[in-house]
């Protein structure tokens, strides 16, 4: 087949990546010439595991090409997928349509035939009508041209792998067509074969599909999270009490992992807009759960703080501590909400020389955070600290050996703010250790 996709961020370029790899002719399209110039050499602006490797095979066999012509997009093909952004509105919860809106507005005009416009972006329940609205406004084709919705399931270092392998197939579609499913059911007939469930839906359930999964992700992770709080009063051990839930075949283990919380560009602001549309349509008591949910992994970063002032004193100024982690988790170099770079950034402003050293993502961090020293080496980056904090769970630094470590720090004194190093090991070593929901 032939197929577009409309806007070639994370979501877009991966996605167009991976529909080449099924065998399709795909046009990426994007406005930012800069990005366009960069996808057609083969190279990704972002690090995502796999991906380089896919857009330099299919750019080079031609299979996949990208543009910054909205019209090309438009010519090019009858299925247009569009996966621009949808960040979270400044001071609000609410998510930010505008990229949606704008690209459905410009692709417009140039659709001249029957198409079909799949929506993958994440967005309040009720878009879809909006997006119709707009596409009978401004294309030539009108009521001809169809609108689906297929929400993305993607995490942040298995985008490849979920694209193509994914755990379930979502097709939001308007209640009397039937163009639409056909269209999609040949994009995605290599993946409905290998018997990924599909389901068909109507707009609306698809729309909520991301955002309710994300919530409820948010949830699983607060809740092991709020149990670590009451482990730390009582002497338990939060890893365990994890382990021994996780058993249980109503909850599993999966996702259920105490530390310092989730960040990243899609939980947090998911949360929230899933949180803000359920209040503007009236469901604010329903989910407040969600609102405590937030909190919770809110209060874990301010618990790393609070451990690093009861391990240096309430005055941090003229204090060296060295951050292990600036990406929101491991395998990305995404600093979108980092738990890590949010802890590092506290601390300097409460006056210690904040050290941050990680494999993929300072330079994402040295434009947010300037103010923040930085190293590539990690065991360079603890020369004469009073403490270290292990806040991302790059497995590089459970492998490094604290005994490598303890006499180059000015206090061998270690929080660990994901619960993967081996604290048996570390105390061996010469080293303090704290954990969070550890005794």
Known sequence: MKMTVIGCGYL????????????????????????VHTLNAGKAPFFERDLDDLLTQHTESGR??????????????????????????????????????????KLAPGLSRPAVVAVKSTVPVGTA??????????????????VAWNPEFLRESFAVEDTLRPNRLVLGLDTDRSWAEGLLRQAFCKIIEAGVPTIVTDWATAELAKGAANSFLATKISFINAMAEVCEKSGANVAELAEILGHDIRIGRRGMRPGLGFGGGCLPKDLGGFTTRADELGADQAVGILREAAAVNARRRQRIIDLAREELGTDLRGKRITVWGAAFKAETDDIRDSPALAVAQALHDLGATVTVTDPKALDNARKLHPELDYIDDPIAAVDDADLLLHLTEWPQFSHIDPKRLATRTASAKVIDGRGTLNADTWREAGWAVRALGRP
């Open 12 to 35: 877009g370029a991966t996605h167009a990546a991976c529909m080449a790899e099924l065998g399709h002719e795909v046009l990426g399209m994007d406005s930012d010439i800069d990005k």
């Open 64 to 105: 996949l090409k990208f543009t910054a012509s909205y019209s090309e997009a438009a010519e090019f093909a009858d299925l247009h997928f569009i996966g621009v952004g949808t960040p979270q509105q400044a001071g609000s919860g609410a998510y930010d349509l505008t990229h949606l809106f704008d690209a459905v507005t």
């Open 129 to 146: 009508f909006r997006v119709a609205e707009l596409l009978r406004k401004h294309a030539p084709a009108g009521d001809l041209i169809e």
